[in-house]
């Protein structure tokens, strides 16, 4: 235990044993007839504003679009980095649990081969499944993704930050291999496909990470096969390199990060024209968020917009790290023009995509999930997603803050990449409905809000409770079950 959060730990442990704990659940509705497909794109650092529908400055019509024929989330939230939120949505547990909670530099990391994904959990239901783009879940054979319930895929095992390391006149020297992309077939090992570097930056997404997209959802609704296709697409992150055809081609978009946008809504209507072309958009399920917050610091501000809230990637917890875009689209099941303030959050994915699959039955029960399943209020069939609360950890493994409903509990902060996390003598807490940018901690403005540590530090004791039983597993580490 974080001796930063002992006394707080305790302090839960005694609120908890006060009252009974109870979790509300979604409504249970019975599966769809027909198993959809499933198209998850996951793009990389886009801020909560950065598409026109959320109020971003560049225009985003397609994406407009299918937020508009579906729900948009305007209160979904991931994780703190790159690895630990796609650890989130894969596998439908706090990443801490599964010892993906950050980004690792020349060390073990990943998934264990023990941990059970949305793609295991699918292909085990009948689907075919790929992934296209980035994986930065475990580079080694056993831990990339045709080990972990993938079909086939072809991407980068670790991060596009590597396509600069060979521009480095000193590279060679340094004795490391050049980053390559990979790619590789289920039960097969995985091998090198072509070098990583600032040369297929710029057209990755072009030339190979949408059209093998393309090509698979054309080829298993040809065989009448469901498929869940996830794609992993490179921007926004660095080094960002723009494509030659969206470089200053047009009058609506004035630099970089503008044209990078609107490449990738060019790119996303290109997967939704592929899915309407092979007859088969009324049973396929789309869905479309970001695994983190804008991240300028890390873009030499060169663009990234977090919308009304405070921070970006770099300022933990701040809303503005880990609330961001998210939508969901099905025609002829998911209501279309709802935009909702429903809290849903990266570790949902799991049962939800299970249950709109018919496959709940699949969920495992041998550890602890802390997904909800949220197809009920996909579905049209509940009034609420079923989560009103959220736990959220740094990247030390820490507890950082916990959001319940409007209001939120801050522990620990990061003013930046370069500054310490920073830990204030009593608790901040913030009504995000009056004061999204979290500038007025009411523990310093009001001081009638103590009944507010009820709530949040009752979730903080299911989580230690938790812990009892099932420990949580170390990086790196060969897990083979409780």
């Known amino acids: 235990m974080k001796s930063t959060n002992k006394n707080v730990f305790l302090l839960a442990l005694m609120v908890v044993g006060l009252t009974q704990v109870s979790t509300a659940q979604a409504a249970q509705p019975s599966p769809p007839p027909a198993k959809p497909n499933i198209v998850f794109i996951l793009v990389d650092n886009v801020g909560w504003g950065d598409f026109s529908i959320y109020g971003g400055t560049t225009p985003t019509p397609r994406i407009d679009k299918l937020a508009g024929e579906g729900i948009r989330f305007n209160n979904y939230n991931v994780e703190g980095q790159c690895t630990p939120s796609r650890s989130a949505i894969l596998t439908g547990r706090y990443a801490v649990r599964s010892g993906t909670y950050k980004v690792t530099f020349g060390l073990p990391y990943g998934l264990a081969p023990w941990e059970y994904t949305v793609a295991n959990l699918l292909s085990d239901a009948g689907y075919a499944t790929a992934l296209y783009g980035k994986w930065h879940l475990g580079d080694v054979q056993g831990r990339l993704p045709s080990d972990k319930g993938f079909d086939e895929w072809w991407g980068i095992p670790n991060s596009w930050d590597e396509a600069g390391y060979a521009s480095y006149p000193l590279f060679k020297e340094s004795g490391m291999k050049p980053p390559m992309i990979w790619e590789g077939k289920k039960r097969q090992a995985s ?14 997404d072009e030339k190979y990470i949408i059209p093998k997209t393309i090509d698979f959802i054309k080829r298993n609704a040809a065989a009448k096969k469901p498929f869940f296709v996830y794609v992993g697409y490179s921007e926004m992150h660095p080094p960002i390199v723009v494509n030659p055809g969206f470089d200053r081609k047009s009058e609506q978009r004035g630099g970089v990060y503008s044209d990078l946008i609107g490449e990738m809504d060019f790119r996303v209507g290109q997967i939704l024209d592929a899915i309407k072309e092979a007859g088969i958009e009324g049973n396929t399920l789309v869905v ?10 890390l873009l030499v501000s060169q663009g990234g917009s977090s919308g009304p809230w405070r921070g970006d990637f770099m300022t933990p917890p701040f809303e503005g790290s880990y609330r961001t875009a998210g939508m969901v689209r099905w025609p002829g099941k998911v209501p279309a023009g709802v935009v909702t303030q429903e809290m849903l959050a990266a570790v949902d994915w799991l049962p939800t995509l299970a249950s709109i699959a018919g496959a709940s039955n699949l969920v495992p029960k041998d550890r602890p999930i802390d997904g909800i399943d949220a197809s009920g209020f996909m579905l049209g069939k509940s009034q609420t997603t079923g989560r009103d609360s959220y736990v959220f950890f740094g990247n030390d493994g820490g507890l950082m803050s916990v959001k319940w409903k409007m209001y939120k509990m801050i522990l620990r902060y990061s003013k930046g990449l370069e500054d310490p996390i920073v830990t204030p003598q009593f608790p901040m807490f913030y009504d995000l409905s009056s004061d999204p940018h979290e500038d007025f901690n009411l523990f310093a403005t009001k001081l009638d809000n103590g009944w507010m540590l009820f709530p949040v530090l009752r979730e903080i004791g299911k989580y230690e409770r938790s812990l009892k039983e099932y420990p949580n597993i170390k990086p790196g580490e060969d897990f083979k079950g409780y």
């Open 191 to 204: 091998t090198p496909a072509m070098p990583l570097d600032l040369a297929v930056r710029g057209v990755v």
């Open 288 to 297: 479309l968020t970001s695994d983190n917050g804008a991240a300028p610091s």
